[in-house]
């Protein structure tokens, strides 16, 4: 299965600070990867980077090659709005825009004009389908976004970032603020999403990586310890440290 993201002994810092510590990972197309790892050892900074959000703290800078789909993202000549819209991201908690259903969809598209405003109510349909909240929301489309619950937010952002059809999503603690039963709901719509998107997640919870996931790295202290086929890597860690974390001796 082809590549559609790689690292190549990637190093981020925060001034002095080296947050990522020679990485290299191989993520295959659709398929939904997990990354785990105690609080401050860089999972979140390693899927931040993947679409360059780390470039608005100030300070960071990078050595090492990431690679989308071949293409080396930190090149100085990248367009970082292309970037953004191959590679979308779904934050930690919901983030609707104060607008409504059908404003918050189709404001990336008006902003960075990427299709014609008579186009727009058939990507809003498509995007809401896709997420399976049309039948809910078709005749509210004008309902503030504020006033959905916070799962129906949650899968809202996600419409929001397939209306730019991206290639890549990335997911940082998307279940986060859930309930576990919403929680249950957005990991079945992952599984839907991935037959035509490569899913990358960050997670603290380790039976959500278990589950959702088809692939899993364990990263510690900036470094990737282990990266494997999710049941092989919960079942039969190569790595001692891996085996603590999963089986809760640390973390």
Not at 183 to 204: D, G, P, R, S
Request: proline content about 4%; overall charge positive.
């Amino acid at each position: 299965m082809s590549s559609s993201i790689q690292t190549k002994n990637f190093n981020l810092y925060y001034g002095t600070f080296r947050a990522l510590i020679d990485v290299n990972l191989d993520i295959p197309g659709q398929r939904i990867t997990a990354m785990i790892g105690p609080s401050g050892c860089g999972k979140s900074t390693l899927l931040r980077s993947f679409n360059r959000m780390n470039d608005l703290i100030e300070g960071v800078h990078v050595n090492g090659q990431v690679l989308v789909r071949g293409e080396d993202i930190f090149r100085e000549d990248t367009d970082l709005i292309s970037l953004r819209k191959k590679v979308g991201m779904v934050f930690q908690r919901p983030n609707p825009f104060p607008l409504s259903v059908y404003n918050n969809i189709t404001f990336g598209l008006e902003v960075h004009r990427l299709r014609k405003r008579r186009e727009f109510s058939r990507i809003v349909e498509e995007s809401l389908r896709d997420v399976m909240l049309w039948d809910t929301l078709k005749d509210r489309l004008d309902r503030t976004a504020l006033s959905l619950s916070l799962e129906q937010q949650q899968r809202l952002c996600i419409a929001r970032v397939l209306a730019m059809k991206p290639e890549i999503i990335l997911m940082d603690e998307p279940c986060s603020s859930l309930d576990p039963i919403a929680t249950l709901k957005i990991e079945e719509l992952m599984q839907t999403l991935k037959a035509h998107y490569t899913i990358v997640i960050v997670t603290h919870n380790m039976q959500q990586a278990a589950r959702a996931s088809d692939l899993t790295g364990f990263m510690y202290l900036g470094k990737l310890i282990e990266f494997n086929e999710t049941p092989v890597l919960f079942t039969r860690p190569a790595d001692k440290m891996t085996e603590n974390y999963i089986s809760g001796k640390f973390g």
